[in-house]
């Protein structure tokens, strides 16, 4: 056989190897096509079948439910992309669509399953206002006020000896199993012990719409439910197993804490693959905090008030080191959240309370938007009422205010001394948030004079 023989043979054997591969190729695309449309033809079937299996689920199993048809619709999507020869160009799709189709670990993220919300904050930083941002969300939206304050009230003695170690451990596991509806963490630090999962004990358990629900009253007090629809305390004792059952059958879950100090403890809590957890840290002036404190907490901080009548302040007194280590926990942990490390990426935000009374129906779309749950026509009526309200607060808890005037008001109730000391010892803190410091107590009550700098976060 001549060299030119060779030559052609080898060419002809390439060219059917060539077109066996691509028919194999068009095969597999073709397959990924039908599966394509008898996932779409079949999705109504199962979203019944989805919700039928979380229903019957206990709160101590796995919640595989974010497991979705929208995320199988994206894998087989992707995989039909890749097997038609088109390369994922990243510059024809925008950062949502990124993180929707992979994460950073390398696996598919499913849009369409339940989303967490973890709201940090310290307290008087006004996360009971913010908090309800969520609250009102609707009928599909979990939300829980202050979970920890049971734990808290339990362990912060033994918790001190053991530097919080032991009690941020403690707040961690807690939060993971109310995350995935699992109240028997819970169960037990309130106190007194429930009796067969019945509590009349929860705190501030009217906070919460999703436990002022009729599936969550105890079977012999349904009909005072009736008579007052929740509207109160009279729902009766909560049934944490119904709580349970009514969690499960909700998409969206959230949580707000003034009780988590430290945000590097949480990674455990991040990473777990069954939770898609989105953490929201709640900033505020900390000279706007002490101020507040000082009206809400009058018998614990008669020191300061005494202080401001007699305009020496000893900055090594323990009452100014509390301060100090506040203002030095929430620099660290918002340090940690804005770095990014990996197992944050893209799952941390910062927002200060001041931008939020100021521009309270924008920021409330930011956080729905990177908390990726749709922002809610309740929750905007909710906002509309309770930002723009000229009715006096009922309380230092209230939520219904003028929230622009209420970011300006601790300037003329803090004496300017009392400003100066927390100048000195949260000042790596106010930087970091973009808070201006004031040299005298004129510009403290010069409202004209804006001690907020623009600043972008994330």
């Known amino acids: 056989m001549t060299s030119y023989d060779q030559q052609n043979n080898t060419v002809e054997l390439t060219l059917q190897r060539e077109d066996l591969r691509m028919k194999t190729k068009y095969a597999i695309v073709f397959i990924c096509i ?18 039928r299996l979380i229903q019957r689920q206990m709160p101590q199993q796995q919640d595989f439910s974010n497991i979705t048809q929208k995320g199988s619709l994206m894998a087989l999507k992707m995989l039909l992309s890749r097997l038609s020869g088109t390369k994922r160009d990243s510059s024809n799709y925008s950062e949502e669509e990124e993180e929707e189709q992979l994460d950073d670990s390398g696996t598919y993220s499913y849009a369409g399953g339940h989303k967490h919300v973890l709201l940090l904050a310290t307290t008087r930083t006004g996360s009971s206002f913010v908090g309800e941002f969520f609250n009102q969300h609707g009928e ?18 033994a918790a001190e000896a053991n530097n919080g170690t032991v009690l941020s451990g403690i707040y961690r ?6 995350f995935l509806c699992d109240f028997s963490p819970l169960e037990k630090f309130i106190s007194p012990s429930p009796q067969d999962h019945v509590t009349p004990s929860l705190f501030r358990r009217e906070s919460s719409l999703s436990l002022c629900e009729e599936r969550v009253c105890s079977p012999v007090i349904r009909d005072v439910f009736e008579r007052y629809h929740c509207k109160s305390r009279r729902c009766g ?23 988590v100090h430290q945000l590097d403890t949480l990674q455990p809590l991040v990473e777990d693959p069954r939770l ?16 507040s404190r000082m009206v809400a907490f009058s018998s614990k901080y008669h020191t300061w008030k005494a202080w401001a009548q007699n305009g020496q302040v000893p900055e090594d007194d323990e009452e100014v080191k509390r301060l100090k280590g506040n203002c030095d926990h929430i620099r660290m942990s918002a340090e940690v959240g804005l770095s990014q490390p990996h197992w944050l990426r893209n799952r941390y935000m910062l927002v200060r309370y001041e931008d939020i ?6 920021k409330a779309e930011e956080m729905y938007k990177f908390a990726g749950i749709p922002f809610s026509s309740l929750a905007r009526e909710w906002i509309l009422r309770n930002t723009q309200t ?16 209420q970011a300006e008001k601790w300037r003329f109730t803090i004496p300017f001394t009392l400003a100066q000391v ?23 009550t010069n409202k004209s004079i804006s001690l907020l700098e623009e600043r972008l976060f994330n």
């Open 390 to 405: 000229t009715q006096k607060a009922s309380g230092i808890y209230s939520t219904q205010k003028n929230s622009s005037e």
């Open 140 to 157: 599909n939206m979990f939300y829980l006020f202050e979970p920890l304050w049971h734990v808290e009230r339990m362990l912060t003695p």
């Open 422 to 444: 927390v100048q000195r010892v949260c000042g790596p803190t106010m930087k970091l948030f973009g808070y201006r410091f004031v040299n005298d107590e004129m510009t403290l």
């Open 34 to 51: 039908v599966a394509l449309v008898i996932i779409e033809k079949e999705s109504n079937i199962l979203s019944r079948v989805s919700d």
């Open 357 to 362: 009374a100021l521009y309270p129906m924008q």
């Open 173 to 178: 596991d807690v939060l993971q199993g109310l």
């Open 237 to 259: 004792p909560l049934n944490l197993t119904l709580a349970s059952e009514s969690c499960l059958s909700k998409q969206h879950h959230a949580i707000k804490t003034v009780r």
């Open 276 to 291: 898609d957890i989105k953490v929201i840290q709640l900033v505020r002036d900390p000279r706007a905090i002490l101020a």
